[in-house]
DNA sequence: GAAGCCACTTTGACTAGGACAAACTCCATG
DNA sequence: CATGGAGTTTGTCCTAGTCAAAGTGGCTTC
């Protein structure tokens, strides 16, 4: 989720009295919060689409009762999804769920994934922290990855969207595997020879996850990894391909990014760095573009990496 | 650096022709996002305080020239520090960061420190992970999270708003902690033993290290944690409680995040979940506060944490 | 001199609707 | 099949007020 607008919250509402069965009347503050929707927007689709309706307390402010609160959540992870808030700001909160379920794909799991998903919902913590260990010795960083994490985050996504997940189930599955492949990172690092990669996000993608799956396939490959976290402007990008000696600038984009900012940044950077300096970028969103990006490796999926690692160094034999 | 809005990604003035020299002109959006001031303060300020004085584009909108942002982004580390705003707003650039430096400590910081801002200045990525490592094993997990991550990341935190350090520098930093303290964290973790702690941030509160500093000293006394990563909403912690059986939730709350806000989702979180559930709250945010919140335990420094942990099992013998 | 209380000041989160540009959709043309 | 243009959708920006909560300071009282 992002929401566009940052700390209002306001003091008013919220806090009918502490004691009783309340009914839990948000604020449009708590509301922007808990959606990811910004009050402009709130404001904006109560006028536009006559929804949400929400109630007013004794000077007039919104008070949005729990279930539009709900709808709009739905809303959002579909809005995540790519469909417009004017085709499905309408439909019956029912409706809205089976929406859900068919823009996702259910089914194809094998046993494994649908054995840790269970854990995830069973709240399981120390088995599923055990699990996710053995598989990575099973399977070894590089298959684990591909095979085991790929897969299961589109699944947990997927899950997150149909609401079978809450979103705290989610959290802790990205921190639980956050925690392994950061640990998996740092006992594969060891003899870093060329290329050095730098790896990021552009401002506004918060995608953690497939950089750090990208980073431990790149560490398989003895590749030297600058991580910059997420949210790096393109300027601090050009600054740091500069400090660091940096060969390849490795990008990633989850769907939700906009596919035109996407383009523009890529090429805006393109555009401020050496062009001896390949570009990668990967990830959902770049999976759908169309065409292709003067001096920008498109990586279209996690197995190419590897490959792209060993052209590099073809290409580069003294390094 | 820690930035508060969320998601808000405006088209607007932002990217002025890719290829020259640009003025870095921002819209107001943008410089939400860079200040961490929201939008409704910024007009604000304006009108009451003839300051920042924004240039208009074509179409009316407001356009912030840097030394005014530059301004802004003092005015509001100053105010992270409890000066008022109205106090404040008026003075000399200059003036601002005079009182800035003496307010922050420059001084004080022992050779250790000391080398470690250097090498990362110096880029020295190697050296860096290698340092931070013998560290660690020479303090050992509580020690070297209150004795060094703590002070560590203050002075990045002061150098960068200093201006001493770039963006991509504070973020290779953050990595590069997250990653020794991840391991740390995986590596302690043994026995866990009640009490059962839930670790999270509210929405738009994005501090990770202040989190993951806390769950490593907690793992060292043998609790057990369930990280939720940052920016839970209210409901869904109150959620995790149930699921998870906590018996304490921890929230961290950074410099920048506004006292009112936290004031009102702490409140509202203690109304929605059981009385038996302790709720904890530190970091910078909170050291602010004056006056104390019914039912919430506020955390003045990382030191108090294995006295809580104690505390609380002298007062549940049984669990 | 510390503690409590009150009035005053400061501050920012909310209210309203209107305007406009960027992004998306769709269709026609090369 | 893709490129270009027209029309639609959408969200961010604008205006200017209002009011509650937090902070400040002075007063009284013990």
Redesign the pocket.
Known sequence: MEI?SE???????ESPRAGGERALLL????V?RDTGL????L???E???AFPQ?L?D?????IYPPDQVAKLRTVKRL?DR?F????I?GMAPADLDALAASATNRAGHDDEIEAILELIRAHQLPELRQRLGQMLMRQGLQRFVTDTVGPLTVAVGDAWVRGEFAVFEEHLYTEQIQGVLRNAIASAQGHSKAPRILLTTFPSEQHRLGMLMVESLLVVDGATCIPLGTETPGAEIARAVGAHRVNVVALSFSAAF????AA?GLRELRASIPRDVEIWAGGSCIRRL??SIDGVVLVRSLDQLPQLVTEWRAAHPRA
């Open positions: 566009s700390n209002t919250h306001p003091p008013r509402a604020s449009i503050g708590a922007e910004s009050k402009d927007v404001r904006m689709w006028r536009r689409y929400p007013r004794d000077h007039g402010e919104r809005m790519g417009r808030p004017g085709k700001i906009p596919d035109r900012q523009a169309r065409r």
